[in-house]
């Protein structure tokens, strides 16, 4: 646990009290402009990936010392919570650079991986959809844990159990959640895979109910992470801090989570990887994890753009070089364009493409919402692994420029996949062949791809 915890408690009681107004308008925005003009961080407006040493170097610095100048906003008590520099370096300093997920013969080590490392970043692939038909949400588990580059899942929110809804601090999504818990094992068992990572609780928004998802064992310390996630702009509350302190008394790894959007206070993405930093120490403080999932979005909601994956690409290269954190992006587009739409694929192959010379150690959600395209994402990082960071940067621009067809209607799992044997049709196998196709031509190569 973090040493930082208790300390954190205490000055949500005793630090400067703020109107969270003036910290948010006033405050955070003044002192993140200054930052970054300080440290000279400035994106060109056409580079799709950060990949400078020494910019990292100035984002993470910058970040830092955003988190020790504007602090944390206690919601609770209307109080900055701040530490001192020499609390951050010693959380940086006691930090684990390595974990385990899962369990048995499905456990995997993830330590830490410089830009073109030979290890792979591990893929956690979409398990489920939004739907309130139990059969119709395990069998889209199913078809992607049947994948051998399944190195795990992230469950798909379930919008309820038949006629029971998902309501936020009620019964019912505790009974939701724990839905989802069960049919990721039953996936996980029917895939053989029993000791598979299963992500974390999606189906819980409350405190209540995440703890309580670990109640049944369902989930445990082996098989899921409890978010811990710092609220947006530098802001933390206390079920922040009693979700760190459930964590650590019953041995569950935090997933620490930082997503700062675009455009709102931020000005661009050199502002939210400053911010993505900052979260990341000050989640380190609090909760003592190790896992880090950070990714920007815009206020569109928006996942894809030049200006994102910059973002991505350079938090994640600060953090490699300074950190060691198990580190892991979004990994696809998360649009509704559907399995065969180019736009996705070309976009899920850039996400894993950027994770590989960005020192990542993984990908989230990678791939998409069947099995083939969570195959594609984990195909595409194993052989993109050892890439230069100036051969990927090269390949993500041909592949921005390359043609797209139309995207066509999304279509339903039913109709791209046999329901009874779970055989993709031969539309969605030509999609992927295409694309396999068009990144071997590109550069790349994988055992399993035809030549």
């Known amino acids: 646990m973090s040493k930082l915890l208790w300390e954190a408690i205490q000055r949500s009681t005793t630090g400067q ?11 955070f925005p003044t002192v993140l402009a200054d930052l970054q003009a300080k440290h000279k961080i400035e994106w060109d407006g056409e580079s799709p ?4 040493p020494d910019l990292a170097d100035a984002i993470f610095q910058a970040g830092k010392e955003l988190l020790l100048e504007v602090g944390l906003y206690c919601k ?4 900055i919570v701040k530490f001192t ?3 951050i370096e010693e959380a940086i300093r006691t930090a684990r650079t390595e974990i385990t997920l899962g369990k048995d013969r499905q456990a995997i080590t993830i330590s830490p991986r410089a830009p073109g490392d030979p290890q792979h970043p591990y893929t956690f692939f979409p398990a489920g959809t939004l739907t309130t038909d139990i059969e119709l949400y395990k069998t889209h588990a199913k078809v ?3 994948e051998p580059t399944c190195d795990g899942v992230i469950p798909i929110p379930l919008y309820g159990v038949g006629d029971v809804k998902n309501i936020a601090d009620s019964p019912a999504q505790t009974l939701v959640c724990l839905t989802e818990a069960q049919i990721m094992n039953e996936a996980a068992m029917w895939a053989g895979k029993p000791g598979l990572f299963l992500g974390i609780p999606m189906s819980a928004t409350t405190p209540l109910t995440l703890m309580s998802a670990f109640g049944s064992g369902l989930y445990n310390k082996h098989n899921c992470t409890l978010p811990v996630q710092i609220i947006q702009d530098m802001r933390i509350d206390y079920d922040r801090l009693n979700l760190a302190f459930f964590a650590e008394q019953h041995g569950i790894e935090p997933w620490m989570s930082s997503s700062p959007a675009l455009y709102a206070y931020l000005t661009g993405p050199e502002q939210a990887a ?3 930093i900052a979260h990341t120490l000050g989640m380190l403080a609090y909760s003592g994890g190790s896992l880090t999932q950070a990714m920007s979005i815009s206020v569109h909601g928006t996942y894809i753009g030049s200006d994102i994956s910059w973002c991505n690409s350079a938090a994640a290269l600060a953090a490699e ?3 060691k954190l198990p580190w892991v992006t979004f ?3 998360g649009n509704p364009a559907g399995p065969l739409s180019d736009e996705a694929w070309f976009q899920v192959a850039i996400a894993c493409i950027s994770a590989c010379i960005s020192g990542m150690e993984g990908l989230w959600l990678a791939g998409g919402s069947t099995g083939v395209e969570a195959r594609w994402a984990g195909e595409m990082a194993r052989a993109a692994a050892t890439l230069k960071p100036k051969e990927g940067v090269e390949m993500i621009k041909k592949a921005l420029a390359a043609e797209r067809a139309p995207d066509p209607a999304p279509v339903s799992l039913r109709a791209l996949y046999d329901m009874k044997t779970l055989r993709p049709c031969d539309e969605l196998v030509g999609q992927y062949r295409k694309f396999t196709r068009i990144f071997t031509e590109l550069g790349l190569s994988y055992p399993s791809w035809p030549h």
Do not use: Y
């Open 144 to 146: 992607v844990m049947q």
């Open 85 to 87: 520099a020499e609390e």
């Open 321 to 323: 070089r300074n950190l």
């Open 331 to 333: 990994g696809s587009m």
């Open 76 to 79: 609770n008590t209307r109080r």
């Open 274 to 276: 400053m911010e993505i």
């Open 17 to 27: 009290l703020m109107a969270e107004e003036k910290f948010e308008t006033e405050l």
């Open 49 to 52: 990936i950060m990949a400078d």
